[in-house]
């Protein structure tokens, strides 16, 4: 099991930019694929973006593509969301997620360890 912090969260106004990170410990990253999934008030949790074991493959939601970027640094042991020209229905709880396989998927059913989540609230 590998446990999972997720920060960088925070107030933007529309069109800005955020960070988020999400830093690993217990065991190595570079063994699990990551997904970043958002929760926002009376919605289901929902896929974002994810990045295979190796960093070669992502996948990202058609609501963000173009905006949003995943990426990873294993050395840091840390996975990166890049998010930018943010709009307010970007507004959420961010959390990462792991599971020890190649590649990430879009389901939150197949990751077995998660972060505690980082509030993203846009303003408009």
């Known amino acids: 099991q590998v446990h999972l912090t997720d920060s960088g969260g925070g107030l933007v106004q529309a069109g800005g930019s955020l960070r988020l990170s999400c830093a690993a410990s217990g065991r190595s990253l570079s063994n699990y694929a990551v997904g970043w999934f958002r929760q926002a008030p009376g919605r289901e949790r929902e896929f974002v973006v994810g990045?295979?074991?190796?960093?070669?493959?992502?996948d990202t939601a058609e609501s963000v593509k173009g905006r949003f970027t995943i990426s990873r640094d294993n050395a840091k042991n840390t996975v990166y969301l890049q998010m930018n020209s943010l709009k307010p229905e970007d507004t959420a709880v961010y959390y990462c997620?792991?599971?020890?396989?190649?590649?990430?998927?879009?389901?939150?059913?197949?990751?077995?360890?998660w972060g505690q989540g980082t509030q993203v609230t846009v303003s408009s």
């Open positions: 997620a792991a599971r020890s396989v190649l590649m990430p998927s879009l389901s939150a059913r197949d990751y077995a360890d």
């Open positions: 990045i295979s074991r190796s960093g070669v493959n992502t």
